[in-house]
Structures are given as structure tokens and as C-alpha cells.
């Protein structure tokens, strides 16, 4: 396997080809994807609409540096990086009207947290003014027209939940409770349990972590832990109930379908990802467990998340097996992401066998990643693919959850980890921070 250094020399690689996608324009932002060839220097170009968010802009910059800074000093590039995020999030938020963790003020509320502890409280301000019974009006037209409140994670009132559980502060509490009664009056009633669309009334369900049931258990299972609500943790259960309903337990692991019922696009029945996958669902077993909840449908709640760790180191990823079948090597729906989350129960379980077994399976990640770098000059990335384009080859992507900015992160992570032992500290984040001891956390109080 790659040594220590390797990683994170390449990680250091990759965020200095990030760094010099960085532009400036009413402050910095992030080219979600940079064409290959490049464009000449001096090409028009023009900030998108998502500049600021964490899925595709600067706030997912924050995580990186907040990665670096547990390592050695930052730079002062990276120091008037930082102060350029801040400075830009915090005067936009009042103004600002997408909530959402991946795209709105929930995930400012994150890069403030991180980069400038007590700014967040601009952004935590701004969302509970927004707050509605039905939870929050997305700006994102998922149909024409739309501005629907959706519930999960990415977009919808799951993640808010979630960030303002994690961020904590005078806001947290009414925002985590109007966001987990709205959830409760959006369920869907089945015969195992209950039941949670993107948004409400949608047909197509993705009952994994990203957009679904997964998730919006979670987000309940961990604000009513923190809110002593009952109501909202027994929800979780029966939301666990229900994805339970819907996988399988078979050969030792659980796997959950990607979409239910199966998808009309062209997409693997099965995946093993952060956002449609067990790597991400594994999160609402160790939430559940975080919430004081030992069983769910007879089976152990730690026997579950390792049932969801077991189905991806029997996978075959990060191989190629076919196309389609792993594609992508960034945070959301791929390598990196799955790396993430095998490190975190890796140091859930520090001192176990099954801890050196999760960390060998997140060293493969990282030496797929080694392997399939695109190296210059310029610095590192990846090119991910498209199996339904011609040709399949994506332009290199720079951000956090599809780019060198979110892959540089784990890679600096894990070698951090190798070199200082499964106390590292954990750069913890509103999505995942109850997968990791308490102590190890960066933001804990």
C-alpha cells in the first residue's frame, strides 16, 4: 500500500490545483469544473448561482482548510482564502433565502463554524427566520415552478435540522424543533414503518442517506437526542423499520436499493456510496445508537452499521467491474466519500480487529485515488466518468462533493490518521459528526 506521505503529498497537489481555480468576483469563487484543455487565461467567465454553497462552491472550502489546519499552518494564500470565505458568507446571509445544508444557509453556517467559531450565528439567525411550520421554501425548482419544502439532507429540512444540532448556540434548539415536527407531519405511513420522499408527495423514493429515508431518520434520531424528544427518536426507529423493509440482509451485510421503485434512468439497482448507498446509510444506525437506541426490528443497531460496512468491503469498489458500477472518485458518489465514512467507524471501534480491517479498506480508497491522479504542473485532479455520454470522460471537477477539493480533504485526513493513530482528531461536520468519538471531534464543546 501507497505510504503516508504519498497521500497527502498528492492531497497537497490536488488543493494546489484547486487553489488555482479560485477566482475573484464580489469575492472568491469555484469553477465547478475546469475543461480540459483549459480555457485561455483571460476567458469571459461568470460566477454560477450555487458560488457560495458547500456541494459545488467556496463554503466547501472551509472542510479543506479546517483538514489542513490539523497538520501544519496555513499559507497566506490560505489565510486570505479563509477570510475571503467569511467575509462573503457572512455578508450574503442576510439577505439569503436557500436554507439548505448543500446549498444555502445551513451549509454557511458550517464554513462560518469552521473558518470563524460564532459568525455561524449570522447564518443560524437567518435560517430561523425563514423557519415555517411546513420547515423551509427551497429557492431550487425541482420542478417548474416549484419551491417546495423538501426533507432531506442536500436540500431539504433533514440537513437543517442536522446543522443547527451540530452547530448548536442560541438558534439551535427552535430551529432543530421546527424542522423535526415538520418532518414528523410530511411521513408517509407503510406497513413496516415510516416513510420520507425528497419531498413530500413524491412517488420516486431513494430510501438511502442523501435524498431519503436514511437520512431524515438521522437527522431525527440526533435532534431528539439533544431536544429529549421522544417523538422524534421513535420516528426513527419506525424510519429505520421501514428502510430495513426495503433492503437486504443477506450475506452478512444490509443493502438498501437506489431508488424505489427502480429507477427509469440508466443507473446500478445497487450502489455503495455516501449519497445512495450503505457507506451513507450506515450513518442512521451509529445516529440511532447516538439517540440511546439498541435495537430496531430485533436486530442490534451496531450489528447494523457494520452489516452496511460489510456490504462495501464485499463490493468490489473502488474497482471498475463494469461500466457504471463506480464511476466516481469525489465525496458524494464515490471513493472519497466511502473512505470518509470507513474512517470514521474505524475510529468508532479504535483497539478491534475489525478497526485494522476498516482501515486497510480505507487505504485501498486512498490508493485508488493515487492511481487514477492526473498529475502535472498545475497539480493534481480527476477526471470521473459518464458511462451514458460519448465520450465518458468528465472534465476534472474541483470542488467538495465532485471534486479534487473534497478527494485532497480525505486524502490529507488519511494520512494524518496513519501517522497519528486512530486518535486523530476528526474534522467533524453536521452530517456525520455522531459517527466518531465524542472526543475526537474538532467543533465539539
Known amino acids: ?52 454553497s458547500l456541494y459545488a462552491g467556496i463554503a466547501g472550502l472551509a472542510p479543506v482548510l479546517a483538514e489542513i489546519e490539523q497538520y501544519r499552518a496555513w499559507t497566506d494564500s490560505e489565510h486570505a482564502l479563509a477570510t475571503g470565505i467569511v467575509n462573503r458568507l457572512s455578508e450574503e446571509a442576510e ?10 444557509l445551513a451549509g454557511d453556517t458550517l464554513a462560518l463554524k469552521l473558518l470563524a467559531p460564532g459568525e455561524e450565528s449570522i447564518a443560524l439567525r437567518r435560517l430561523a427566520g425563514l423557519a415555517t411550520p411546513e420547515g423551509w421554501h427551497s429557492t431550487i425548482e425541482w420542478e417548474p415552478g416549484s419551491h417546495t419544502p423538501f426533507n432531506d439532507i442536500i436540500m431539504g429540512s433533514a440537513g437543517v435540522v442536522m446543522t443547527a444540532v ?76 421501514h428502510v430495513l423493509s426495503v433492503g437486504s440482509l443477506g450475506d452478512g451485510g444490509f443493502i438498501v436499493p437506489h431508488t424505489v421503485p427502480p429507477s427509469k434512468r440508466e443507473v446500478e439497482p445497487v450502489t455503495y456510496t455516501w449519497c445512495h448507498g450503505p457507506a451513507g446509510t450506515s450513518h442512521l444506525f451509529s445516529a440511532l445508537s447516538h439517540a440511546g437506541v439498541a435495537e430496531v426490528a430485533g ?7 457494520q452489516r452496511c460496512l460489510t456490504s462495501i468491503l464485499t463490493s468490489g469498489v473502488p474497482k471498475r467491474l463494469r461500466p457504471g458500477f463506480w464511476d466516481n472518485d469525489g465525496r458524494c ?24 480491517t476498516l482501515l486497510q479498506a480505507a487505504r485501498t480508497m486512498g490508493d485508488a485515488l493515487v492511481a487514477r491522479a492526473i498529475r502535472d504542473e498545475a497539480g493534481a485532479r480527476w477526471r470521473f466518468l459518464e458511462h451514458r455520454e460519448d465520450p465518458p470522460l468528465l472534465p476534472p471537477g474541483t470542488t467538495w462533493m465532485q471534486g479534487a477539493a473534497g478527494i485532497a480533504a480525505y486524502l490529507f485526513r488519511l494520512a494524518r490518521f496513519l501517522e497519528t493513530g486512530p486518535d486523530a482528531v476528526v474534522v467533524d461536520r453536521p452530517d456525520q459528526w455522531w459517527a466518531v468519538p465524542p472526543q475526537l471531534r474538532r467543533t465539539a464543546s
Open 1 to 52: 500500500m501507497v505510504k503516508s506521505d504519498a497521500y497527502r503529498e498528492l492531497g497537497e497537489a490536488a488543493w494546489s490545483w484547486v487553489l488555482r481555480q479560485v477566482l475573484d468576483d464580489k469575492g472568491p469563487w469555484l469553477p465547478e469544473t475546469v475543461p480540459d484543455p483549459a480555457p485561455e487565461e483571460g476567458q469571459d467567465t461568470a460566477p454560477p448561482k450555487d458560488r457560495d
Open 95 to 104: 439577505g439569503r433565502t436557500e436554507p439548505s445544508l448543500y446549498d444555502g
Open 166 to 241: 451540530w452547530a448548536g448556540g442560541e438558534f439551535a434548539k427552535d430551529i432543530a424543533t421546527t424542522g423535526g415536527e415538520a418532518l414528523l407531519r410530511t411521513a408517509d405511513r407503510t406497513e413496516a414503518g415510516l416513510d420520507w420522499g425528497m419531498a413530500p408527495g413524491m412517488e420516486s423514493r431513494a430510501p438511502n442517506y442523501s435524498h431519503g429515508t436514511s437520512g431524515v431518520a438521522a437527522a431525527l434520531a440526533v435532534a431528539g437526542a439533544v431536544l429529549h424528544r421522544e417523538d422524534f427518536v421513535e420516528a426513527a426507529v419506525r424510519g429505520a423499520q
Open 299 to 305: 436486530l442490534d443497531v451496531g450489528e447494523l452499521r
Open 333 to 356: 458518489c464515490g471513493t472519497a466519500g466511502v473512505g470518509d465514512v470507513l474512517l470514521d467507524a474505524a475510529q468508532d471501534c479504535a483497539g478491534t480487529a475489525r478497526a485494522e
